[in-house]
Nanobody, 127 residues
Framework: QVRLVESGGGLVQAGDSLKLSCAVS????????MAWFRQAPGKDREFVAA????????FYADPVKGRFTISKDNAKNTVYLQMNSLKADDTAVYSC????????????????????WGQGTQVTVSS
């Protein structure tokens, strides 16, 4: 069974940077398209960033575009989210998600596209 484990969350000040990691168990990580979602208190889970299985294609939600970068290291079975210029509005539980993609090199940006999820890591940005 595939397991996704996030790490790297914490408490930072506005303007700081943070890098999240998501380690994925299993031997087929090369075939996984990945994404990050977040859920703030009292709000629905929302899309943050997505990456194709090769890592060559990425897509970002407008609120994080230009500040966040998603990357994928297939040799380490890990996907990352580099977050710069953090704002108080970025405070949320961040979860990684994955899905097997056996053909093409697409990214996916909706909740229902993914069926493997991590437990999440808390990111708190103080203003």
């Amino acid at each position: 069974q595939v397991r996704l484990v996030e790490s790297g969350g914490g408490l930072v000040q506005a303007g700081d940077s943070l890098k999240l990691s998501c380690a994925v168990s299993g031997r087929t990580f090369n075939n996984y398209a990945m994404a990050w979602f977040r859920q703030a208190p009292g709000k629905d889970r929302e899309f943050v960033a997505a990456i194709s299985r090769s890592g060559s294609s990425t897509f970002y939600a407008d609120p994080v575009k230009g500040r966040f970068t998603i990357s994928k290291d297939n040799a380490k079975n890990t996907v990352y989210l580099q977050m710069n210029s953090l704002k108080a509005d970025d405070t949320a539980v961040y979860s990684c998600a994955g899905r097997v993609t056996l053909s093409g090199d697409n990214y996916y940006s909706t909740l229902r596209d993914y069926y493997n999820w991590g437990q999440g890591t808390q990111v708190t940005v103080s203003s």
